[in-house]
């Protein structure tokens, strides 16, 4: 998670590389969290579907075009949009994958969970300096 800046300020726990986000996400609970503490969240379009609550949702994700289905002028104004909202989180996260210990790391997610603390520490430090 970050904040608006893009600075780190919070990281969960390590999962096994073949959980995919939306399961991850599913697995802890993170909507009704969100949901209590009256919170949301901008996601890419792999989070699609995960949020069905239509009148009060969650997670805002952008418009998926296809081969048939093209987008509005209005949907693709709505994808920037949400692509300059996801901007600094994007970019919080390319600081994170600077340390390249995360792609060596080949350990139990539990133990590389004590590691990510550190590291979004460290990544903080190197940014705000």
Request: aromatic share 4%; proline share 4%.
């Amino acid at each position: 998670m970050t904040d608006e800046r893009g600075r780190l300020i919070w990281i969960s726990a390590a999962r096994p590389g073949r959980t995919h986000d939306d399961s991850a996400a599913r697995h802890d609970h993170i909507l009704a969290h969100l949901r209590a503490a009256g919170l949301g969240a901008l996601a890419d379009l792999g989070f699609r579907g995960l949020d069905n609550d239509v009148r009060n949702p969650v997670i805002v994700t952008g418009f998926h075009a296809s081969r048939t289905h093209k987008l509005t002028s209005a949907a693709k104004t709505a994808n920037r949009v949400l692509a300059v909202g996801r901007a600094p989180v994007e970019h919080g996260f390319a600081h994170l994958k600077n340390w390249r210990i995360l792609t060596k790391l080949r350990t139990d997610p539990a133990r590389a969970t004590g590691l990510l603390p550190a590291l979004l520490i460290l990544t903080n430090l190197e940014v705000n300096r």
